[in-house]
């Protein structure tokens, strides 16, 4: 955060003005398109899915309006992705919506507790969301989330999954969970790795307030693929783990 006054109360303005687009921006601008859909929408989840990614695009658009010294560079080869299991470091609450963003076509996981808070749940249940995990109530939600993953995979979806669960407070990678690997050995889906820097510097784990002042570049680049050949060998969950850790250890 800037460390002047007016740099301060500019970080704080600009962060209100973000949460206004998050609540009354929403409820003026987005809550018809998604009653309209969820009422007439031959595939209520899809519909879901991209005015959710729709929604975070004109988030970014504002932030980048507000934030201009943070600079974006996003690999444009991430447009071509299709049918993959994504996997991706963790730095900043804002690299979900990052990647909400820039697939039209996603699922995700979400923290289970989410699947109980009223409002909430019902957008991320029609959008497909899955809970991260399968106990109480979320198993029914998962089991049917994923005995549709092949055909959503296969019809040119993306799943996307940050395998360490939480956000890095260092940038090193946190140790990862299966359940990313498990999934694309089950669906013989190709997983691609993407590395996200900088979204931290934007808005920093513990803060309320934006890095307005900062110079900073954000950049989400794909840094490597896996594509196995499921049919003559199949991998274990683990072999898929350490393949992904190896290149996202990479400097």
């Known amino acids: 955060m800037n460390a002047t006054l007016p740099g301060q109360l500019y970080a704080i303005a600009a962060t209100l003005l973000l949460w206004v687009y998050f609540t009354v921006g929403f409820a003026l601008i987005f809550l018809v ?38 600079r974006w560079q996003i690999d444009n080869s991430l447009k071509e992705i299709r049918g993959a299991v994504i996997v991706c470091n963790h730095l900043s609450y804002l690299d979900p919506l990052i990647m909400i963003s820039l697939f039209d076509r996603h699922k995700t996981v979400v923290k289970a507790r989410f699947f109980a808070v009223p409002i909430f749940a019902w957008f991320v249940k029609t959008a497909g969301y899955l809970p991260s995990t399968a106990e109480g109530d979320c198993g029914a939600i998962m089991i049917a989330q994923m005995e549709n993953m092949d055909q959503f995979l296969a ?18 990678l946190n140790t990862f969970n299966r359940g990313a690997f498990k999934i694309a050995r089950l669906c013989q889906a190709p997983l691609k790795v993407l590395r996200i820097c900088n979204s931290d510097k934007l808005y920093t784990p513990g803060k309320f307030v934006f890095n ?23 991998p274990s969950a683990q072999e898929l783990e350490q393949q992904v850790w190896a290149i996202l250890s990479r400097d």
């Open 33 to 70: 398109p998604y009653l309209a859909a969820w009422l007439f929408a031959r595939d209520r989840e899809s519909a879901f899915q991209q005015l959710n990614c729709r929604f975070y695009r004109r988030l970014f658009l504002l932030i980048r309006w507000l934030m201009p010294r943070h």
């Open 155 to 172: 019809a040119g979806g993306n799943l996307f999954i940050f395998p360490e669960g939480t956000r890095s407070r260092n940038g090193r």
């Open 212 to 234: 307005t002042g900062l110079y900073n570049t954000i950049s989400v680049t794909l840094v490597g693929e896996i594509n196995p050949d499921y049919q003559e060998k199949m």
